[in-house]
């Protein structure tokens, strides 16, 4: 699977923002999707994911702001971004697996492909 993020940007505190990643190689469906982030000096942390199940989970800092969602027909997913904060700034990759139990979604090490990453910048 080969995965393409796009849509990073500059915006201001309280805009919104929405990220693409675009998936190839095999069947999009199949597989478990998520988004990390990665800001400057810190570990990459989890953000979104849809489990194998097709189930949604998020992380307690985007709850309620951010909204994975996906297009099967077009093999690309998504993640709005509402009310962003300057905390949110980072690089955003998305992620994908086939076989990823529910346990290990928010675990990066857990994840077999990746995307580049998209800068996000939050300015405040």
């Known amino acids: 699977v080969q995965l393409q993020a796009s849509g990073g940007g500059l915006v201001q505190a309280g805009d919104s923002l929405k990220l693409s990643c675009a998936a190839s190689?095999?069947?999009?469906?199949?597989?478990?999707m998520g988004w990390f982030r990665q800001a400057p000096g810190k570990e990459r942390e989890f953000v979104a994911a849809?489990?194998?199940?097709?189930?949604?989970l998020y992380s307690d800092s985007v709850k309620g702001r951010f909204t994975i969602s996906r297009e099967n027909a077009k093999n690309t997913f998504y993640l709005q971004m509402n009310g962003l904060k300057s905390e949110d700034t980072a690089v955003y990759y998305c992620a994908a697996d086939r076989s990823i139990i529910a346990s290990s979604l928010r675990n990066s090490a857990y994840w077999d492909y990746w995307g580049q990453g998209t800068l996000v910048t939050v300015s405040s």
């Open positions: 190689g095999h069947t999009f469906s199949r597989y478990a």
């Open positions: 849809y489990n194998l199940s097709g189930r949604t």
